[in-house]
């Protein structure tokens, strides 16, 4: 079963609203998470990576205020769109690495989300 | 220039060959990870490899540290293995471009 679970899986939003997408470990504490993008037929792009209870890192081109990213707590990441507009519809990924992961006790694995489809019209 | 890079882009093969997946690095990592991409976009994730060489069903997955290099292999390839295959290295999550795999029946 999931062990890192993301909604919405599909979302339609209009444009200069705001999107909020929901990452969650399921049964492991998530001390990390990264939020990618993939655009059609392209691999996945990091985003941010946020570790819990501090500001996300944003990689280098990413705007930290179009893309705002909250890790407030061990097992719950949200990225939420900000005035989304149609240049921002894509395939939106989180993945999770943390402790208390009974199938790896090193911490290193990391689980992805099913993604979140955006469509900003 | 991308620091992980693959190869071969696109791979298609007949049901039951034996299928090789390259990736090579440029920087030092702790860790590698082989990634499954579905139509649709669900991630799964097939191996995290830091030395040596793991195997699961007809995957195996190989890392050589010195050389910077894995490879991902598939034995008896079945047209369910087609997918997009994606290697990551650690440390800050770069990711290859992915081979888009199509095992044909």
């Known amino acids: 079963g999931a062990v890192v679970s993301q909604h919405p899986s599909r979302v339609i939003c209009k444009s200069g609203t705001s999107v909020k997408i929901e990452c969650r470990s399921l049964d492991f504490q998530a001390t990390t998470m990264f939020w990618y993008r993939q655009f059609p037929k392209k691999s996945l792009m990091l985003m941010a990576t946020?570790?819990?209870?501090?500001?996300?890192?944003?990689e280098q081109g990413v705007e930290k205020d179009k893309f705002l990213i909250n890790h407030a707590s061990l097992t719950l990441s949200t990225l939420t769109v900000t005035s989304a507009h149609p240049e921002d519809s894509s395939f939106y990924i989180c993945?999770?690495?943390?402790?208390?992961?009974?199938?790896?006790?090193?911490?290193?694995?990391?689980?992805f989300g099913e993604g979140s489809w955006l469509t900003v019209v | 220039k991308n620091e992980v890079e693959q190869s071969p882009q696109n791979l298609t093969a007949q049901e039951g060959e034996f299928i090789t997946i390259n990736c090579s690095y440029s920087?030092?990592?702790?860790?590698l990870h082989w990634l499954q991409q579905h139509p649709g976009g669900g991630i799964v994730s097939l191996f995290m490899l830091s030395s040596g060489k793991k195997k699961h069903g007809r995957l195996i997955a190989t890392i050589n540290i010195q050389e910077k290099h894995s490879s991902l292999h598939i034995t008896a390839s079945h047209p369910r293995d087609s997918a997009v295959y994606i290697c990551?290295?650690?440390?800050?999550?770069?990711f290859g471009a992915g081979t888009r795999l199509t095992v044909k029946p």
């Open positions: 946020s570790n819990e209870g501090s500001k996300a890192t944003y």
């Open positions: 993945s999770a690495r943390g402790s208390f992961d009974f199938r790896d006790p090193s911490g290193n694995t990391i689980y």
């Open positions: 920087v030092g990592i702790s860790a």
């Open positions: 990551a290295v650690d440390n800050d999550m770069r």
